[in-house]
């Protein structure tokens, strides 16, 4: 089996239960002003858990969310892991849909090219290791995400997500986007904030496409005792539980997205590390 790098866990989520209120489409963002030190303590925590990839805290920080301002407060967002982590550490630049990505219906598609680039652009501008396009599950605004994060000549991700319960993207949706996207020059594709317990049919739709492939879904409903308020040892357990599937289908990444915490990194080091 090949060598499978820890990615970390959510960070919005986590924030929230360490006492931060977010709301708005700034959403996590509001950390960067707010509580830096509390953003910084998060990525600390992750990487004592164990995760060696960590994506900074930019999911947010857009034009259409922050205005003049969000360049800065990207640049901000990157420089709190930066100083935080130890340097061996890879960091991620965060980049998602321009809009909700719960709701792609809204998505402008190959109309939010220039604000991608712009973002891709500063990204990379800001010292990203790479580029992470997360959270997609509109076809034309992926694909134009992934273009124009590998046109900056950092190495790219996509990760596309069928919705937290699978009704966005069917198995052989995702697949087909991806392997759409696999002409686009990114070196990897994933799958994100999917119940954990719903993401084995998606992970074997991509396991088949030339590209290295990973996955860090979220935590499920809160009755299926995974993540959210079930942050014990016995929960983490479960997730990793689940991502043996994964790993065994082939993903050399797996973490955690909403709902997870860094004792799920940890548990995911401990079995894959």
Avoid at 251 to 262: D, E, F, I, K, L
Wanted: net charge negative; proline share 5%.
């Amino acid at each position: 089996m090949a060598k499978v790098q820890i990615l970390d866990g959510a960070i919005g989520t986590e924030l929230i239960a360490r006492g931060l209120s977010l709301d708005g489409a700034q959403w996590s963002a509001h950390a960067i002003e707010r509580a830096p030190e509390l953003l910084a303590e998060v990525h600390r925590d992750y990487a004592k858990a164990g995760a060696t990839l960590h994506t900074a805290n930019t999911f947010r920080t857009q034009p259409r969310a922050f205005g003049a301002g969000w360049r800065e407060l990207l640049v901000s967002a990157v420089r709190v892991p930066r100083q935080a982590l130890p340097s061996a550490c890879t960091v991620l630049g965060s980049m998602a849909p321009v809009e909700d990505c719960y709701r792609p219906d809204r998505s402008p598609g190959e109309g939010a090219r220039a604000e991608h680039r712009q973002i891709a652009t500063a990204l990379a501008e800001a010292g990203c290791d790479a580029i992470l396009c997360e959270t997609f599950a509109h076809e034309a605004e992926a694909l134009v995400a992934a273009e124009e994060a590998v046109r900056t000549g950092r190495p790219a991700w996509l990760s596309l997500t069928p919705g937290p319960f699978g009704d966005l993207l069917s198995p052989p949706e995702l697949a087909r986007i991806a392997g759409r996207a696999s002409s686009t020059g990114i070196g990897r594709i994933l799958v994100n904030c999917v119940a954990a317990s719903r993401a084995q049919p998606y992970v074997e739709a991509i396991a088949d496409l030339a590209l290295p492939f990973g996955v860090y879904a979220n935590a499920g409903g809160k009755e299926e005792g995974l993540g959210w308020e079930a942050t014990d040892v016995r929960a983490a357990e479960a997730y990793a539980n689940l991502a043996e599937s994964w790993v065994g289908a082939g993903a050399s990444v797996v973490g955690g997205c909403c709902g997870t915490s860094p004792l799920h990194i940890a548990a995911l080091r401990t079995r894959f590390g």
